[in-house]
């Protein structure tokens, strides 16, 4: 198969690898499964005033999910989270120029976003 | 290290570059200046001398199986030949019985015909291998029915290169009157084979894994006793009327000259390629979490098949662009299926996405090995680092009872 230059570079040297030690102003979101070929784990770290001002992700998964992750990394921080939720798998799609048949990996990208989103909202009710 | 032409070809399972002697002796049956005859023209030298050389690649190919040159049918292959041999002798022998056995870790060569055959009205058992990869022969004689007409089981696995006991599941056949079908395409050139001994009645080869030429093949049809089959292909009668169409002379020509070759060269070269296999066997099996796939003692030299836990397939494939060899995950052909034969085998989603087949040949290098061999080891310690499953791993999670959302 063949990968997109962006896919390629993010796969070379992929964004904020790493793992944020769990705290109250910080949310995780996994998603996937092992026996689908891939998992994703986001972390984000969110600022007094609201604003995401670290991520860092693991992937296990094909080129494109890491990617993916990847991608999704450098584009939340910075953002709020209702900015962050806005992102879609069809912008994560059409950035890397996934083919079809890794739409998927999009999707998975989009969920973490929504995951870690979640864990850091039930953290701070 | 420097010194490495890259990349490096280790899928010989696939295919094998033909060997140069081979190359050279198919040239001369092509052109003008050479003997570019149709075999079947009896009526010229240009037919007459096309035909010896047909004649005498039949008899390099029965020798290296120490069969009878009446034997040997050519085909396009051992796709063809596996349709031939299943197809053609469940349609003959049809008001015989109406079952047939086969494994489920076949080629689809054989998957695909016996299905066919299973929309025309056989019934199909498909036995389940163990977790070696070999099949049990009390399951095998358990499965038989009196109705049983043929059992094809495969020499040797093309993904996990494990060699099935032919010898003894032969004599069951033979006891029960049952026909035996032997796909042999991964085996020939690479273990003994003397059909003198082994009671196979059908076996099909391949040109292009012996170093010859793709698009050729050879089905062993046995004399003694008699198989009969019913014919796929009609027309001028060719090959005993079993195959119809024009000899392809020059394939057949490099298919003998490929078999002569191995006849000469099997022991020597199977010693060197053993030492190289287990050279990266060694060099890959020191990092944690490596699984071999497939039995370590009854596999060919030159296969070896391993899942790197916590890693996914295609991710590792990707890192290892300097490399030609084979996920066991089909996610690069678009159908996300993990490998059949490896769920055949027992293996979970995970390690059955993460495996790699290596396969080593003729042109295999010490220093290919030892590339290989660094590389590896560099890519999965990349890919562990960015999986989260690595770390719940090292940190005592166990990943099967994480209850995951699929998707």
Redesign the interface.
Known sequence: ?A?SEKVLDH?EN?RN?G?IDEDNNVGTG????????????LQIKVSDNGIIEDAKF??????S??ASSSLVTEWVKGKTLDEAAEIKNTHIAEELALPP?KI?CS??AE?AIAAAITNYKEKNQ | MSNVKLPIYLDYSATTPMDERVAEKMCEYLTIEGQFGNPASRSHEFGWKAEAAVELARKQVADLINADPREIIWTSGATESNNLAIKGAAHFYKKKGNHLITVKTEHKAVLDTTRQLEREGFEVTYLEPEDTGLIDLEKLKAAIRDDTILISVMHVNNEIGVIQDIATIGELCREKGIIFHVDAAQSAGKVKIDLSELKVDLMSFSGHKVYGPKGIGVLYVQRKPRIRLEAQMHGGGHERGLRSGTLATHQIVGMGEACRIAKEEMATENERIRMLRDRLYNGLNDMEEVYLNGDMEQRIAGNLNISFNFVEGESLIMALRDLAVSSGSACTSASLEPSYVLRALGRNDELAHSSIRFSLGRYTTIEEVDYTIELVKKAVTKLRELSPLWDMYKAGVDINSVEWVAH
Do not use: N
């Not at chain 1, 996994?30 to 784990?41: F, N, R, S, T």
């Not at chain 1, 693991?58 to 080129?63: A, F, I, R, S, V």
């Open positions: 198969m990968y796969y992929p690898v793992v996994m998603v996937g499964a092992p026996a689908c070929g891939d998992v994703m784990k693991k992937t296990y998964g094909c080129g999910a890491i048949v998927h999707v998975l969920d």
